[in-house]
């Protein structure tokens, strides 16, 4: 009978709504992965997403499993091969032992060069890999030459909003209890920020 007292109930549920998470790959040789997917989680924070970048040296590869999306910037060695410190996360994806990806939203941005007969091959089978395991792309895979910037950055444009859209979609579904008109995925993205542990 107290009206009062049934409002914060009705509230409560709103926050237990997980964000989306947003892993954020860079597989490089020579850093240039690395700065377009640190531009990448850059872009994604700004706009309210909850991205998290790891370096494929430090990244676990069978956390691929519990991901929700992934998205992956990668260069490619020698005839076509993922680059030394993503060997073991290339390994496990085309192992036997593989997990399946049902539930995993992926992309792949690809850094090469043209001048060698398998032009981003790891960007290529990494795309592969994470599709036949059942991954949904999110964007066509976007294969970038030796002057990277241009297309590199096209791609970012894509991805940054697209993330950005489907991040913002379980806040509408629940319909968030925020009266102060804040964004709702401000709270969620200061909550669960891995970059600073």
């Keep these: ?3 009062g007292i049934g409002a914060p109930a009705a509230a409560a549920p709103a926050p237990a709504a997980e964000p989306l998470r947003v892993a954020v790959i860079s597989a490089s040789q020579t850093g240039n992965a690395r700065k377009v997917a640190a531009e990448l989680q850059q872009r994604l924070a ?3 997403v909850n991205a998290v970048h790891a370096a494929a040296a430090d990244y676990k590869p ?3 499993a ?4 992934v998205l992956l910037v990668t260069s490619t060695q020698g005839e076509g091969e993922p680059p030394e410190e993503a060997l ?5 994806l085309s192992s036997k032992k593989a997990p399946k990806l049902s539930d995993l939203k992926f992309a792949v941005l690809g850094l090469g060069d043209s001048s060698y007969p398998m032009f ?3 960007g290529k089978s990494f795309d592969e890999l994470l599709a036949k395991l059942g991954g949904e792309r999110l964007l066509e895979r976007q294969d970038c030459d030796l002057e990277y910037q241009a297309e590199a950055a096209a791609w970012l444009e894509k ?6 859209s489907l991040a913002a979609a ?3 579904a629940t319909g968030t209890g925020n009266a102060s008109g804040s964004p709702a995925p401000a709270a969620p993205a200061s909550a669960y920020n891995k970059a600073n542990p």
Excluded at 66 to 69: A, D, I, P, R
Excluded at 159 to 164: A, E, S
């Design 1 to 3: 009978m107290q009206p």
């Design 46 to 48: 700004a706009a309210g």
């Design 62 to 64: 069978k956390n691929i």
């Design 66 to 69: 519990g991901e929700q999306l």
């Design 88 to 92: 073991s996360l290339y390994k496990l």
């Design 120 to 122: 981003c091959g790891a």
């Design 159 to 164: 991805i940054v909003p697209l993330v950005g």
């Design 170 to 172: 379980p806040a509408a």
